[in-house]
């Protein structure tokens, strides 16, 4: 069964980065690299939604929201997802998660972005 643990979260004022780990166990590298991950958050009284996600070509994709200040990428040797931020403004407080693009495995506990103005 496949697991999910992210880290690096954390508070930061406006304008500032961090930058966020998932590392995948309970699956085999070939099966992890064939996967288009993604990172999904949820904010405070909302539904999740994806936020960018990286095909196993390494092409990606961000939402509109996040387009220029996120950037998402993989090591499939380490079958880790990682999702660098910078400018974080205060819309982007969330709990971030990895997952398959669609959100089709276990969710793990994710991380929490929290981004004071």
């Known amino acids: 069964q496949v697991q999910f643990v992210e880290s690096g979260g954390g508070l930061v004022q406006s304008g500032g980065s961090l930058r966020l780990s998932c590392a995948a166990s309970g699956i085999s590298d070939d099966f992890y690299a064939a996967y288009a991950m993604g990172w999904h958050r949820q904010a405070p009284g909302k539904g999740r939604e994806l936020v960018a996600y990286?095909?196993?070509?390494?092409?990606?994709t961000y939402i509109d929201s996040v387009k220029g200040r996120f950037t998402i990428a993989r090591d499939d040797a380490k079958k880790t997802l990682y999702l660098q931020m910078n400018n974080l403004k205060p819309e982007d407080t969330a709990v971030y998660y990895c997952?398959?693009?669609?959100?089709?495995?276990?969710w793990g506990q994710g991380t929490q972005v929290t981004v004071s103005s």
């Open positions: 997952n398959r693009f669609d959100g089709g495995l276990d």
């Open positions: 990286i095909r196993s070509t390494g092409d990606t």
